[in-house]
Nanobody, 125 residues
Framework: QVQLVESGGGLVQTGGSLRLSCAASGRGFSNYAMGWFRQAPGKEREFVAGITRSGSSTYYADSVKGRFTISRDNARNTVYLQMNSLKPEDTAVYYC??????????????????WGQGTQVTVSS
């Protein structure tokens, strides 16, 4: 069983920054690919960013490329999402997710076995 707990969400103005954290319980964190997804009201959950087990490779949705950075600290069992130059369209609940048997970093939510409870990010215009 893997438990994921997100933190760091909040209200920020357009152009501002936030850093989300996701702490994982248990052993084996360094074996998981990790992803960040988001879901806005009335929309489907969408891939935001993903990172390989070692952290050597990262992947982003086109909508956040160049503004968001995903990273991980395997010693602390934590994955981060640094969000800069935030826009109102970034407003959503952000979820971290773990893929326990990754062949690659998937952009499909169905490939991830464990999910956090989500943290709200609201960007005001």
């Amino acid at each position: 069983q893997v438990q994921l707990v997100e933190s760091g969400g909040g209200l920020v103005q357009t152009g501002g920054s936030l850093r989300l954290s996701c702490a994982a319980s248990g052993r084996g964190f360094s074996n998981y690919a990790m992803g960040w997804f988001r879901q806005a009201p009335g929309k489907e959950r969408e891939f935001v960013a993903g990172i390989t087990r070692s952290g050597s490779s990262t992947y982003y949705a086109d909508s956040v490329k160049g503004r968001f950075t995903i990273s991980r600290d395997n010693a602390r069992n934590t994955v981060y999402l640094q969000m800069n130059s935030l826009k109102p369209e970034d407003t959503a609940v952000y979820y971290c997710a773990a893929d326990l048997a990754p062949r690659y970093v998937s952009r499909r939510a169905s490939e991830y076995e464990y999910w956090g409870q989500g943290t709200q990010v609201t960007v005001s215009s």
